[in-house]
């Protein structure tokens, strides 16, 4: 039943580690997203992807590199991990070009970097 | 440029009292969506509402209630006698179809109700 579902769930590494957060939505949606909370609670986009397509790359390091298998997944993958990249890391799904649907966010990715 | 402006960082009310979250957006698109989100301390985003821009009417939703005013750009929300599990940070959100449906957050405000 669960729309849009992220794991893991926390995730605590060492500094230079690579580590993926993998993203699947059952909703049929086109549109998927990744978004990172900071401390302060602010949420930033980070990558949009349409139908498999990257629409949106914001000023994010290149590190961080999304994949998507087909629309219905949209994975993160993050090299060298540094402390700044801790954070919560949100995934979420909508429909392209349907009037004013929200964004369906999942549980989150609580990433801990030591 | 767009952007969402949530001034009130954090709020305290006490159990039962009325409080409004207040948010302001810019835009020079006619065309947008304006949204809360509830994050509570278990940490998900919750959706609340989506308004249009071309449907200012306010809304109403058990004790939930949004002002929608284009003439201020402002898009208000209010919980009428506050519960201690209204207790959460409100995200005020405004989106567009174009550019991949981007959205542009508030940076969130901090509601605490006490009993």
């Known amino acids: 039943d669960t729309a849009v579902s992220q794991t893991p769930k926390y995730l605590v590494t060492q500094m230079g580690n690579d580590k993926s957060i993998k993203c699947e939505q059952n909703l049929g949606h086109d549109t998927m997203y990744w978004y990172k909370q900071d401390s302060k609670k602010f949420l930033k986009i980070m990558f949009s992807y349409n139908n498999k397509e990257l629409i949106i790359n914001e000023t994010v390091p290149n590190r961080f590199s999304p994949k998507s298998p087909d629309k219905a997944h949209l994975n993160l993958h993050i090299n060298s991990l540094e402390l700044g990249d801790s954070a919560v890391y949100f995934c979420?799904?909508?429909?392209?070009?349907?009037?004013?649907?929200?964004?369906?966010f999942g549980p989150g990715t609580r990433l801990t970097v030591t | 440029a767009q952007k969402v402006t949530q001034a009130q960082t954090e709020i305290s009310v006490v159990e039962k009292e009325d409080v409004t979250l207040d948010c302001v957006y810019e835009t020079r698109d006619t065309t947008y969506y304006l949204f809360w989100y509830k994050q509570p301390p278990s940490g998900e985003l919750v959706f609340l509402i989506r308004r249009n821009s071309f449907d200012e009417q306010n809304e109403i939703s058990g004790r939930y209630s949004w002002n929608f005013q284009k003439s201020t750009s402002s898009f208000n929300f209010t919980i009428t006698a506050s519960q201690v599990v209204d207790s959460a940070v409100y995200f005020c959100?405004?989106?567009?179809?174009?550019?991949?449906?981007?959205?542009?957050f508030g940076t969130g405000t901090s509601l605490t109700v006490i009993p």
């Open positions: 979420a799904s909508s429909p392209r070009r349907v009037s004013g649907t929200p964004v369906h």
């Open positions: 959100a405004l989106g567009f179809l174009d550019t991949g449906n981007q959205f542009y």
